[in-house]
């Protein structure tokens, strides 16, 4: 009896494992440094923070796979995830990406050939759905004391980087969330700005966060 009653727990014990797996979110967040949470804490990082209130809101999720590095361009990015070798084993990919481009005075032609090609791989890497891939639109450091000088021309630029972004992301039906107007709040709230007065403190991605998280309806 004793060896019959250990199979049927070891049974329900892989059965309920199998299940909790199949359940479980897997989430890989493209980027650069705010995706990658230049000058704040880990924790703060906004997949980190999206990743905690998308378990208040009761999902399984494993711990968010990260691929930015602070500077990256489109291209960066593309060289990144080729070195890395992702597999299409997501079911939630984001990708939010472009402000060094813009920055370092590429063309736009250039990022949105490129960005269209991050975001079909991103699609691919959610093993086609779609539904599971959202797009960040890019934040305004012209509204950060570091920017504030150039303020006018900076915006006028990711508006236009933005506008090819969200054109692009719609063509392909995937979802486009907007948190540039969050970031033009850097100016008159200090404390959304981080500490070296460019990227955005803990405080501000977690108003990103609870955007994002409003917006995503997650299809296993």
């Known amino acids: 009896m004793k060896t019959v009653a250990s199979f049927i727990f070891v049974f329900f014990s892989i059965n309920i494992a199998m299940s909790q797996e199949k359940n479980t979110i897997h989430y890989l967040a493209l ?86 090609g991050l975001l079909n791989d991103a699609i691919l890497l959610a093993g086609g759905k779609k539904e599971n891939v959202f797009v960040v639109s890019i934040p305004d450091y012209g509204f950060t004391p570091y920017g504030k000088s150039k303020q006018q021309e900076i915006s006028k630029e990711l508006d236009a980087f933005n506008e090819v972004s969200k054109k692009i992301t719609e063509k392909h039906q995937v979802k486009y969330i907007s948190i540039t107007d969050i970031s033009r709040r850097g100016l008159e709230d200090p404390a959304l700005v981080a500490g070296d007065g460019l990227h955005p403190s803990g405080k501000m991605y977690s108003l990103w966060v609870e955007r994002i998280a409003e917006q995503l309806v997650i299809k296993h």
């Open 31 to 116: 980027g650069d440094s705010y995706t990658i949470g230049e000058s704040v804490n880990e924790a703060e990082r906004w997949p980190n923070q999206l990743a905690v209130a998308l378990k208040e809101r009761g999902q399984e999720i494993a711990r968010p796979k990260i691929i930015a590095t602070t500077g990256w361009r489109t291209d960066n990015l593309k060289n990144a995830m080729n070195i890395a070798q992702l597999k299409p084993e997501y079911n939630l990919v984001s990708l939010l990406i472009g402000v060094n481009n813009q920055y370092q005075h590429k063309p736009i032609e250039q990022f949105a050939k490129e960005f269209e």
